[in-house]
């Protein structure tokens, strides 16, 4: 089974650009999650998708941060403008039972 | 208070030993359990998953939990300097939204 796929690995951008992060979940899986995980601690819940809909977006930043699920299949999560606060690893994750499986991350550093 | 409580560490222990890794959290209506390893750079991987209180088994692997202390564990035997990483605990109530701990490094020396 392949795993949870994202691109890119890596962004640095200046504060106030604007960058976009693109994920690929488990095939099959309906719920797809994206993570903000600060050096030192856990992940933090941004935005979960059930299929195409959002299920809880809460703890997203809607100001500045917006995420979509086409299709119900992969999602894109942007942030525009940028604050040097949003340096961290975005992690994309999906599950079809209770079991969360995580995609490699996406570092983000904002300088 | 937080919702998931985790020991940053870093915990270092010899090549060999009994590692023990632990979680308490205090929302009763977690039901569900998860152990993750995250290496250094890398997304977290699931290593355990458990339901019910008492003990789960896999490999050098060990989860407990006991529900009556919200106190949840993770052993490892016969640590391997592989075993350094990340661990997170994670829980939920079954409705798929998981508070994760915020993970403590584990380090195995040779």
């Known amino acids: 089974e392949a795993g949870v796929a994202q691109s890119p690995r890596y962004k640095i951008i200046e504060k106030r650009q604007s960058v976009a992060f693109w994920c690929n979940p488990i095939?099959?899986?309906?719920?797809l999650y994206w993570y903000q995980q600060i050096l030192g601690q856990g992940p933090k819940l941004l935005i979960q998708f059930q299929n195409n809909g959002v299920v809880d977006d809460s703890q997203l930043p809607k100001d500045r941060f917006s995420a979509e699920r086409l299709k119900g299949v992969d999602s894109t999560l942007k942030i525009q403008p940028a604050k040097l606060e949003d340096s961290a690893v975005y992690l994309c994750?999906?599950?079809?039972?209770?079991?969360?499986?995580f995609g490699p991350g996406t570092r983000l550093t904002v300088t | 208070q937080k919702e998931v409580e985790q020991d940053p560490g870093p915990l270092s222990v010899p090549e060999g030993a009994i590692v023990s890794l632990n979680c308490t959290y205090s929302?009763?209506?977690?039901?569900?359990f998860m152990w993750y390893r995250q290496y250094s750079r890398k997304g977290p991987e699931l290593l355990m998953y458990?339901?019910?209180?008492g003990n789960k088994e896999d490999g050098r692997f060990t989860a407990q939990v006991d529900k009556s202390s919200k106190y949840i564990s993770l052993f490892i035997r016969d640590s391997q300097p592989s075993d350094s990483a990340t661990y997170l605990c994670?829980?939920?109530?079954?409705?798929?939204?998981?508070?994760f701990g915020t993970g403590t490094r584990l380090k195995v020396l040779a």
């Open positions: 929302n009763s209506a977690f039901q569900y």
């Open positions: 095939s099959g899986h309906a719920t």
């Open positions: 458990t339901y019910s209180s």
């Open positions: 994670a829980t939920t109530p079954g409705t798929y939204k998981y508070i």
């Open positions: 994750a999906s599950s079809s039972n209770l079991a969360v499986h």
